[in-house]
């Protein structure tokens, strides 16, 4: 990291701060910020920024070298970019599963090494969920699996079930969709509870929800973001950030943002 300014003040020692990291992933979402707009992004707040979501299947509508740039960009400040899981979704659903090897080619030709399969609108059986991954791990791409829907509720033992699935097959992290873990823009925390329960938290990035859920504000982003923190530690993998907020999700992280430093644990009496 290059040096910073008031480097007296210490940050937690349990933040981990050099990339590659292993944990206290922050994925950033990219919905097709202009490419000027992503420079300067990557170059102010890099450091603390690890994936990059091309959002559902916006690949297809860039121009080519556009992309190719915006990738190459990524990856030059140690970001791993990677297609959204929508779009594999919306190969497989017009297309059918013949589609997916040249998807694949497709993908790596642009510059894509990584990509998510997920089952947000179209469903996978356990099966499919399984070989999907497991094709595109054979065809070079490290997977990011995501759990949950974004048209319906699903029970917690459904997506303790299926993020084992992923993991079974391969996936190096599990996603949890963000629409899963809010209620009416409230926390849904009997799942937040049962998934820092029944999974390894290192291995899950909890999504944050954003204006596209119903119901959703941004006092609610900023709820969930500073409970999160506050159940997980400052090293829980964070999803769907935006691009303009990463610097104060770091501040969150490291006590420095509108919470305010990390609370001690209250002294209890025998």
Not at 101 to 125: H, Q
Not at 211 to 217: A, D, E, L
Request: hydrophobic residues 40%; aromatic residues 8%; glycine residues 8%.
């Amino acid at each position: 990291m290059a040096k910073r300014p008031f480097d007296f003040l210490p940050l937690p020692a349990d933040r981990s701060v050099d990339k590659p990291r292993s944990k206290g992933l922050t994925m950033m979402i990219d919905a097709g910020i202009p490419l000027g707009y992503q420079k300067d992004i990557v170059s102010l707040a890099g450091d603390y920024c690890d994936l990059a979501k091309i959002k559902t299947g916006t690949a297809r509508l860039y121009a080519e070298a556009d992309l190719k740039w915006k990738l190459d960009q990524y990856v030059a400040h140690r970001i791993t970019p990677f297609i959204g899981g929508q779009f594999h979704e919306y190969v497989f659903a017009t297309e059918g599963e013949r589609a997916l090897p040249r998807f694949y080619e497709e993908a790596r030709r642009i510059g894509f090494r990584a990509l998510e399969i997920s089952d947000n609108v179209v469903t996978l059986t356990s099966a499919q969920r399984k070989a999907q991954i497991r094709a595109a791990n054979d065809a070079g791409f490290e997977v990011f699996g995501e759990v949950g829907a974004k048209d319906r509720r699903s029970e917690p033992d459904e997506l303790v079930e299926q993020a084992g699935e992923c993991f079974e097959a391969g996936a190096r992290l599990v996603l949890v969709e963000a629409a899963e873990l809010v209620i009416d823009g409230r926390p849904n925390l009997p799942m937040l509870d049962r998934l820092g329960r029944d999974l390894d938290m290192a291995r899950v990035m909890i999504e944050l929800p954003g204006p596209w859920i119903s119901g959703v504000r941004a006092s609610d982003i900023e709820d969930l973001k500073k409970l999160l923190i506050r159940t997980f530690g400052c090293d829980v993998n964070l999803a769907n950030v935006a691009p303009e907020t990463l610097i104060d999700l770091e501040a969150s992280r490291t006590g420095l943002g509108v919470a305010g430093p990390p609370k001690p644990p209250p002294v209890t009496s025998d």
